[in-house]
């Protein structure tokens, strides 16, 4: 019988040399010191704001025991990458805090690191520090990204303003409803919408190059990223601007698969899912109504659809979500972990 390797095998110091060290851009001249010393040291241009964001990720509430490790490694590095598109910031630099048990096996570790590794290499961002250590209880992940935005240019939650017409990236629910699927809350039959589904859950499209060019373009006045569900990000705009939002669930861009899944049985139900089950990190924002052409250009240089799906509006904090042109009070809320 054969015992397989854990991290105490290789001991802390070994194994941020071997897995973590090396994952790292080398064309970034901003890193004046990465891993290896007490702190990190990088060269933030002058006319540049610091953009700064973390996640936790936690075994038994966002994962599972047999979660696959490299899947883990891209998505813990991605939802963050979602926060600086979500800025209209490019992100460069990232420090990793890993508790994990002493029995973890090496292998997870290995996996782990080069799910890490293809995320940075995909979005150019660098792990230039972080913290280890032995954890008597679950697997915790934290990472904190950083990234740059110009002066003053970062594009904030608070300045959505009456009349502005309301987009969002892509399309929405497929995570929640890859994720019920695995649950055995939602029936599918057809194999490539499973798969299709259960993607999306596993590895987020963060929507950097469209928050990018909404910011070079000055186009988005308010923009945030769909963690917690589209009518719950969407109020949190409304609560950091002082205003209301009424959403169109009939305009709300859906996947084949998701369309699929709307069109069986317990369509009501399936479309609360869609609406409020968040984990979809793409990205809404707001923008004034004479932006039409401005939104096609984006859509061309990107490849990422941008869907019209309501309007901002006088009102405290309220989104209201209307089908068929009347309001439509839903049964759920966004995700909340208190
Ligand atoms: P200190 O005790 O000074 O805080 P550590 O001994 O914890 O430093 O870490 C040594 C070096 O390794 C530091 O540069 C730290 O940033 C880096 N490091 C520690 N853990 C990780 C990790 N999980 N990923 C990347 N770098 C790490
Ligand atoms: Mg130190």
């Known amino acids: 019988m054969s015992i397989e390797k854990t991290v105490s095998a290789l001991g802390e110091f070994q194994l941020i040399e071997t897995l973590f060290s090396r994952l790292v851009m080398a064309d970034d001249k901003r890193i004046i010191k990465g891993v290896g010393d007490d702190s990190a040291v990088l060269n933030i241009p002058r006319t540049q704001h610091l953009l700064t964001t973390t996640d936790t990720l936690i075994e038994g509430v966002h994962f599972n025991s047999d979660t696959d490790p490299f899947i883990l490694g891209r998505k813990a590095l991605r939802v963050n990458l979602s926060d600086i598109a979500a800025m209209g910031g490019v992100p460069h630099w990232y420090v990793l805090s890993l508790a994990i048990p002493s029995t973890t096996s090496l292998k997870w570790a290995e996996e782990f690191a080069r799910g890490l590794d293809e995320a940075g290499k995909r979005f150019n961002v660098s792990l230039v520090?972080?913290?280890?250590?032995?954890?008597?209880?679950?697997?915790?992940?934290?990472?904190?990204?950083?990234?740059?935005?110009?002066?003053?240019?970062?594009?904030?939650?608070?300045?959505?303003?009456?009349?502005?017409?309301?987009?969002?990236?892509?399309?929405?629910?497929?995570?929640?409803?890859?994720?019920?699927?695995?649950?055995?809350?939602?029936?599918?039959?057809?194999?490539?919408?499973?798969?299709?589904?259960?993607?999306?859950?596993?590895?987020?499209?963060?929507?950097?190059?469209?928050?990018?060019?909404?910011?070079?373009?000055?186009?988005?006045?308010?923009?945030?990223?769909?963690?917690?569900?589209?009518?719950?990000?969407?109020?949190?705009?409304?609560?950091?601007?002082?205003?209301?939002?009424?959403?169109?669930?009939d305009k709300v861009p859906l996947s084949d698969a998701a369309r699929a899944v709307l069109d069986g049985d317990d369509t009501n139900r399936m479309m609360q899912m869609v609406l409020t089950g968040g984990e979809d990190y793409e990205l809404i924002f707001t923008a004034s109504a004479d932006i039409a052409d401005a939104i096609s250009d984006i859509t061309d240089q990107t490849g990422v659809a941008l869907t019209e799906i309501g309007e901002i509006v006088k009102g405290e904090s309220v989104v209201t979500v209307c089908r068929d042109g009347e309001p439509w009070v839903l049964e759920r809320g966004g995700w909340k972990h208190f």
Do not use: W
């Open 129 to 249: 520090g972080g913290d280890m250590v032995a954890s008597t209880g679950p697997i915790i992940i934290t990472i904190t990204l950083n990234g740059l935005v110009g002066e003053g240019r970062a594009i904030m939650r608070s300045s959505a303003q009456v009349g502005d017409r309301i987009y969002v990236t892509g399309t929405i629910g497929d995570s929640a409803l890859g994720l019920a699927h695995r649950l055995g809350r939602v029936k599918i039959s057809d194999a490539h919408h499973i798969e299709f589904l259960k993607h999306r859950h596993q590895i987020p499209e963060p929507r950097l190059s469209v928050g990018k060019m909404l910011q070079d373009t000055a186009i988005a006045r308010s923009i945030i990223d769909v963690s917690d569900g589209l009518v719950a990000d969407l109020e949190h705009i409304c609560s950091a601007s002082g205003v209301g939002a009424r959403l169109h669930a």
